[in-house]
């Protein structure tokens, strides 16, 4: 599986990506550091990568439908956190394996403690 890690998130987080054996592609690696939702949304479909983000717009299943994406990774991240605490709440996802084999068309939402799936 790739992950294709947004911009709103630390570098460091494809690091804790890779770290766990999956692939990870930054979208300021790849020219989509400004892009808008909807471009990195249509790379994510075209490439087969799972979009891990904290942007919540990624989380409106009306306008990115879960079953046509490899998986959407919404991290819940209150505003004043460090990066620290960002890949560490990625690094607590990542290890749950079972929930990683059923990110292909689905939603997670990921919080301290807790994971929401979604079709």
Same mark, same amino acid.
């Not at 930054?26 to 939702?37: C, K, Q, S």
């Not at 990195?40 to 087969?48: K, N, P, V």
């Given at each position: 599986?790739?992950?294709?890690?947004?911009?709103?998130? =630390?570098?460091?987080? !494809?690091?804790? @990506?890779?770290?766990?054996?999956?692939?990870? /592609?930054?979208?300021?690696? #790849?020219?989509?550091?400004?892009?808008?939702?909807?471009?990195?949304?249509?790379?994510?479909?075209?490439?087969?990568?799972?979009?891990?983000?904290?942007?919540?717009?990624?989380?409106?299943?009306?306008?990115?439908? =879960?079953?046509?994406? !490899?998986?959407? @990774?919404?991290?819940?991240?209150?505003?004043? /956190?460090?990066?620290?605490? #960002?890949?560490?709440?990625?690094?607590?996802?990542?290890?749950?394996?079972?929930?990683?084999?059923?990110?292909?068309?689905?939603?997670?939402?990921?919080?301290?403690?807790?994971?929401?799936?979604?079709?």
């Amino acid at each position: 599986m790739t992950f294709l890690v947004d911009a709103d998130l =630390p570098r460091s987080a !494809a690091d804790v @990506v890779r770290r766990h054996g999956y692939n990870a /592609v930054d979208v300021r690696d #790849i020219g989509l550091r400004h892009a808008d939702d909807s471009t990195i949304a249509s790379h994510a479909q075209r490439e087969q990568q799972c979009l891990v983000t904290g942007d919540f717009d990624f989380a409106d299943i009306r306008n990115y439908p =879960p079953q046509h994406y !490899a998986g959407i @990774v919404v991290l819940v991240i209150p505003p004043t /956190v460090t990066a620290t605490y #960002i890949t560490r709440l990625l690094d607590s996802f990542l290890v749950q394996q079972t929930l990683i084999a059923q990110l292909p068309r689905k939603l997670a939402i990921v919080e301290p403690g807790r994971v929401r799936l979604r079709s």
